[in-house]
């Protein structure tokens, strides 16, 4: 069964033609809730550990993917505190 999702928006980027190759659309994924196409990543994840009972998620990344990630374990009441203090263990 899939999880139920956490979803603050995202997958609504809206196809933009490119005036310089006609005929052809790409998706303008700033209209995603952090504005990163890293929002479809993080929704299946962090859906995915909250609906098997995980408290906290956990990425390694000092971009998009990490803020793409807190928004949505913020979103599904998973983040309980963050370091930026730029530790990562080994």
């Given at each position: 069964m899939l999880p139920a999702p956490v979803s603050p928006g995202e997958g609504g980027a809206p196809p933009v033609p490119l005036r310089h190759l006609p005929g052809v659309r790409i998706n303008d994924e700033r209209a995603n809730?952090?504005?990163?196409?890293?929002?479809?990543?993080?929704?299946?994840?962090?859906?995915?550990?909250?609906?098997?009972?995980?408290?906290?998620?956990?990425?390694?990344?000092?971009?998009?993917?990490?803020?793409?990630?807190?928004?949505?374990?913020?979103?599904?009441?998973?983040v309980r505190h963050g370091r930026d203090d730029g530790y990562a263990p080994s």
């Open positions: 809730p952090t504005g990163s196409f890293k929002d479809r990543m993080a929704s299946p994840a962090v859906s995915w550990a909250r609906d098997r009972g995980f408290g906290t998620v956990a990425v390694a990344s000092t971009g998009h993917a990490a803020v793409s990630t807190a928004a949505y374990a913020a979103a599904a009441w998973a």
